[in-house]
């Protein structure tokens, strides 16, 4: 597994989150030598969908995007859905598309980048309710456990989380 040592790396969320495709993540990022942080729409925080609760590094309108090396958005519909109404967190998600820097996306996390207009001429994949928003969005969508495309990893599920870890890990060390 590559080494993260240095590396700072931000997870994007709100309420609602698939609680794996958080903790999972975290840890292996953690692991592998790197810094994680927790940056959403309100302090104090965050719980998911099952029960999670973890605190809030950082809330997006403080957090600044160039400080950091990566960024990972867990899905969740209604994690999901709520980052994407917010100019803030868009602006944030654009950032790393526009910079080149790594994105890794799991399931519903992916909604947060057809706002930012970042996906045209991607091939990845989603949650597969997603797939039409994607298409529309200009990504050339596979049904596959873990996609990458230069320096973004997408999955589908938290069933892909140990292939979605090893590559998310790969991109960031890169």
């Not at 698939?18 to 903790?23: A, G, K, P, V």
Request: with cysteine.
């Amino acid at each position: 597994m590559a080494s993260l040592d240095g590396k700072t790396v931000a997870f994007l969320l709100t309420d609602d989150f698939e609680d794996s495709e958080l903790t999972s993540p975290w840890d292996a990022v953690v692991e592998a030598g790197g810094t994680a942080h927790l940056i959403s729409l309100e302090a104090g925080s965050v719980t998911g969908k099952n029960g999670h609760t973890q605190d809030v590094d950082l809330v997006v309108t403080d957090a600044d995007p160039a400080s950091y090396d990566a960024l990972v958005l867990p899905g969740g519909v209604g994690n999901a859905d709520n980052l994407r109404m917010n100019d803030d967190a868009v602006a944030f998600a654009r950032h790393f598309g526009e910079q080149d820097k790594p994105v890794s996306v799991i399931c519903h996390g992916a909604w947060i980048l057809t706002d930012a207009g970042v996906l045209q001429g991607r091939t990845m994949t989603s949650f597969p309710s997603l797939q039409t928003d994607l298409r529309n969005a200009g990504v050339t969508w596979k049904d596959e456990e873990v996609v990458v495309d230069g320096r973004l990893v997408s999955s589908r599920t938290p069933d892909d989380l140990p292939a979605f870890n090893r590559e998310m890990v790969s991109a960031i060390g890169g």
